[in-house]
């Protein structure tokens, strides 16, 4: 069974920093994404960042200048460094890969429980 474990929220003023992490467990044969989505109260679930396993990157233009993500594809870890953070950043991040637990199985979603980050004015 696959499991993601993010960590790393918290609570921060703005203009600082957080680094989330997403750890993975479980049996994975494969990961083709791995990226951070946001939730805020009130408003619909948004891709943040995500990375592909070729290498290529996606930003929403939220993100662009202030995150970068990266992976550690021997550990299927993946990282979001945040910086210049600003209120309106402040949502629950999910941590999300695309992934096969075995050759030739079908690509599928795997999430994990969410980490709360605040960012205060």
């Known amino acids: 069974q696959v499991q993601l474990v993010e960590s790393g929220g918290g609570l921060v003023q703005a203009g600082g920093s957080l680094r989330l992490s997403c750890a993975t467990s479980g049996s994975i044969f494969s990961i083709d994404a791995m990226g951070w989505y946001r939730q805020a109260p009130g408003k619909q679930r948004e891709l943040v960042a995500s990375?592909?396993?070729?290498?290529?990157?996606y930003y929403a233009d939220s993100a662009k200048g202030r995150f970068t993500i990266s992976r550690d594809n021997v550990n299927h870890t993946v990282y979001l460094q945040m910086n210049s953070l600003k209120p309106e950043d402040t949502a629950v991040y999910y941590c999300n890969i695309e992934a096969r637990v075995a050759p030739y199985h079908a690509l599928k979603d795997y999430w994990g429980q969410g980490t709360q980050v605040t960012v205060s004015s």
């Open positions: 990375i592909i396993s070729g290498g290529s990157l």
